[in-house]
């Protein structure tokens, strides 16, 4: 089957770092990727891992675990616009169209 | 420069009445997907099409059709929308099915059902 699994809602402070965990299971796995989705908004890619380690863009970076079946999204110096929902996906096999299979979100609530 | 644009950005439909979404894409990219999602949900991917070449998702009802008649626009056509239908549908386009293509999503429509 498919799994992938991140918490329903974190909260953090301005300024400080958040990480947002995913673990996964699936049939295939051709990457992982990461999008932020504001309320009533597209999503928005943030970052794409396929091999284990870290990937690190400005305040965000991403980290993966392959033989854990593990990503998580660190976001530093928090600010007031990084309130959204985070989603982890994790692609599929070229066989299975590419697809995006995604978790549910972790609704981010970033306060004062 | 909007790349992938859908419209209208809300709809509202009765219930039964057929209903049709449109997406069209400015990137000139090969695969283009329709996603429902759902309040609190994640997007669940209801078809693909590489170029011409559509794929359903086991599990998308026979109520969801989809046509592609270029490269440009995808359709979604809802043939007898049920309250169940109400979503965000997203529309989502990459340039190939390899492993690091990003998937850009338009701003979606958010379908109401009476």
């Known amino acids: 089957g498919q799994n992938i699994d991140q918490p329903t809602e974190m909260t953090a402070t301005e300024g400080a770092i958040v990480q947002i965990n995913c673990t996964y299971q699936?049939?295939?796995?051709?990457?992982l990727f990461w999008y932020q989705q504001h309320a009533g908004e597209a999503p928005t890619f943030l970052s794409y891992n396929v091999l284990d380690g870290l990937e690190e863009k400005g305040r965000f970076s991403s980290f993966l675990s392959r033989s854990k079946g593990y990503s998580y999204l660190l976001l530093k110096e928090l600010q007031m616009k990084d309130s959204a929902s985070y989603l982890c996906a994790v692609r599929g096999l070229y066989n299975q169209g590419g697809k995006l299979i995604f978790g549910q979100g972790t609704e981010l609530s970033v306060k004062p | 420069d909007a790349m992938v644009i859908q419209n209208p950005r809300y709809q509202v439909t009765q219930f039964g009445k057929p209903v049709t979404l449109s997406c069209s894409q400015t990137l000139n990219h090969n695969v283009m997907y329709w996603y429902q999602q759902k309040s609190s949900q994640a997007p669940k991917l209801l078809f693909h099409?590489?170029?011409?070449?559509?794929?359903n998702e086991a599990d998308t009802p026979d109520n969801f059709q989809s046509r592609r008649p270029n490269t440009s626009f995808c359709f979604l056509d809802i043939r007898s929308p049920g309250l169940g239908d109400a979503a965000m549908y997203l529309c989502?386009?990459?340039?190939?099915?390899?492993?690091?293509?990003?998937?850009?999503f338009g701003p979606g429509t958010r379908l109401l059902v009476l």
């Open positions: 099409y590489y170029d011409k070449d559509f794929n």
């Open positions: 699936t049939s295939g796995f051709n990457g």
């Open positions: 989502a386009t990459s340039r190939d099915f390899l492993p690091r293509e990003t998937q850009y």
